[in-house]
C-alpha cells in the first residue's frame, strides 16, 4: 500500500517550452500532495503544498506563475514548469500525506522526474 | 539556525556491520516526529522508520533501529547486518506539529557498504 506514481519519470525539453508532471496516489486518497526540488547531491527543497480542491501554498522565493500546480483530485497533483529555462533542470519529486499503521502521518514520495531543458 | 543536523557527509560500513548515522534537531514543540528516509540512486525516497516524540521506546523497523534520545535531540539511525543494497542517500526528517504539513529534511548522509 501507499504506493506514489510519477510521470514522466525523465524529459528532455527546449527552452521556452512548458511541461507538465502528474503525481498520483494509486492505493490511497491524498488530499495533501507536496513538491519538492532537489539539486544534486543536495537535500530536498519544499516548493509547494497542494491541497485537492484549492490553491496551493508555495514556499518563499517559488515563483507560483513558473510552477503551477493542480490538485484536481483526492489521487492527482499536477506540476507544470512554465517556459522552462535551462536552470529548471532538475529533480522533482512529489509526495502524498498518508497514514501510518500506527495512526501517525508521513509522507510517501514518488519516484521523482529529471528533467532537463536545453 | 539548522533545524535538522546530519553531520556526516559520508560513512562506510562492511557488509554485515551495523552503522548509526546521525541526526540532531532542533525544535521548541512538544510534538513532533522524526522520519528516516532512504534515497538510492534511482532517486526514490523510501520512508524507513518513524519516531514520535512521546513514544517512550525507540522504534524499531526490522534492521533499522532509532536511537532516540529527547534531551540531547537526537535521532540516531542504526542499520545492523549491514547489506550492499543499503547503500543510498539517508535523509533523517522531522514535522513539528504545529505545522502538520511540512516536513523539513536534512542535508543527508551517504552510505556506502563495501564487501
Known amino acids: 500500500g501507499a504506493v506514489v506514481s510519477q510521470h514522466p519519470s525523465r524529459v528532455i525539453c527546449k527552452s521556452g517550452t512548458s511541461v507538465k508532471i502528474e503525481c498520483r496516489s494509486l492505493?490511497?486518497?491524498?488530499?495533501?500532495m507536496f513538491w519538492y526540488r532537489q539539486f544534486p547531491k543536495q537535500s530536498l527543497m519544499l516548493m509547494a503544498t497542494?491541497?485537492?480542491?484549492?490553491?496551493?501554498?508555495?514556499e518563499q522565493g517559488v515563483e507560483k506563475d513558473k510552477f503551477l500546480i493542480n490538485h484536481a483530485s483526492l489521487t492527482l497533483s499536477t506540476l507544470t514548469v512554465t517556459s522552462a529555462h535551462p536552470e529548471d533542470s532538475s529533480f522533482y519529486i512529489c509526495s502524498a500525506r498518508g497514514s501510518l499503521p500506527g495512526g501517525e502521518e508521513t509522507q510517501y514520495f514518488g519516484p521523482g522526474t529529471r528533467l532537463l531543458v536545453l | 539556525a539548522q533545524k535538522i543536523t546530519q553531520t556526516q557527509p559520508g560513512m562506510f560500513v562492511q557488509e554485515k556491520e551495523a552503522v548509526t548515522l546521525d541526526c540532531t534537531y532542533d525544535t521548541s514543540d512538544q510534538s513532533y516526529g522524526l522520519f528516516w528516509y532512504k534515497q538510492p540512486s534511482s532517486g526514490e525516497m523510501i520512508f524507513l522508520i518513524y519516531?514520535?516524540?512521546?513514544?517512550?521506546q525507540n522504534a524499531t523497523e526490522g534492521r533499522y533501529s532509532l536511537n532516540f534520545q529527547k534531551a540531547r535531540k537526537s535521532a540516531n539511525l542504526v542499520i545492523s547486518a549491514s547489506q550492499l543494497g543499503d547503500s543510498a542517500m539517508y535523509f533523517c526528517?522531522?514535522?513539528?506539529?504545529?505545522?502538520?504539513?511540512?516536513?523539513?529534511f536534512g542535508t543527508g548522509t551517504r552510505l556506502q557498504v563495501f564487501p
Open positions: 492505493d490511497f486518497q491524498a488530499t495533501t
Open positions: 526528517a522531522m514535522r513539528e506539529f504545529y505545522n502538520t504539513d511540512k516536513l523539513i
Open positions: 519516531q514520535g516524540s512521546y513514544d517512550e
Open positions: 497542494s491541497n485537492e480542491g484549492s490553491k496551493a501554498t508555495y
